[in-house]
């Protein structure tokens, strides 16, 4: 772009700025506009109808405005989250909070983008649940000798579980063409490494029940601290996974994915934490 042009952009980028701002701050007096029936008084048939004309609202917007702020009305923490970040930030976590969780929660919406926090939420919510512990299922399968064979070969001292663990998860000591480590001054992953690991998931995310495409290749002990790049290490990860990953939220996650699970406090003394914050002040979560 010439010069006029980036003038004439910078000026729309910072009425987009403005706009976005002013309509947070409607958003915020929509509950008190409805208490005291403004609306009506303003000779309006509806509080959509007084928000359309006055502020360009859809009904949806009000409408997920008031149930977003009569939710945050109750819970001191989130109402100031949603009053200096807007109702997005807050919005994944309205239908979970409680009052022994509200600090908890505020926190990690202070933290997180609002995608972020999403699947933080999603993976919270799933892995919490208790059940029956050590489900299984019999499964009979004819399969011909020569597969059976080296079935064996590959389990050799381990358990069939195990096995299947490694096969479902594509774990690179038993994949055919299992490649060595490079050490290497080079942020740059080499193709080939690139390639196996995200052919290990079929492009997608490497978090389990993720079915998000992989966006990044996570080096899960951290490039930074080692200068390796392991394909036994190295996990494709979809955009929100990936943040978590480095905001310490992923517990054991230097083993295998089947065994990561989302954590509620990173864990300050790790020497990825001072590698996660640098990361942070380049790329927002």
Known sequence: MDKRDQQVHQQFSDYGRNAREWMRKCVLLLPEIERRQIWRKARCGSIFEYAAKLAGMSRATVEDGLRVMKKAEEFPALKAVVESRGVNRVRP??????????????????????????????????????????????????????????????????????????LLNGAPAIAQEALES??????????????????????????????????????????????VHDPARLHGLCDGHERLAHLGLIENEEAMPQEWRVRAQPDLTTDKRFIDQFVALYRPT
């Open 93 to 166: 976590i309205v239908a979970i909070v409680t009052k022994d969780t509200e600090e908890f929660w505020a926190e990690k919406a202070r933290q997180m983008s609002r995608h972020t926090l999403e699947t933080y939420v999603q993976n919270y919510r799933s892995e919490s649940r208790t059940g029956p512990a050590n489900q299984s299922v019999k499964l009979t399968m004819d399969l011909p000798l020569e597969m059976v064979e080296k079935l064996k070969a590959m389990k050799a001292a381990g358990t069939w579980e195990e096995l299947m663990g490694k």
């Open 182 to 227: 490079v050490s290497t001054s080079s942020r740059h992953i080499p193709a080939r490494i690139g390639r196996h690991v995200t052919e290990r998931t079929g492009g997608l995310c490497a978090y389990p029940s993720c079915s998000r495409e992989a966006t990044s290749l996570h080096h899960t002990q951290r490039w930074g601290l080692e200068k």
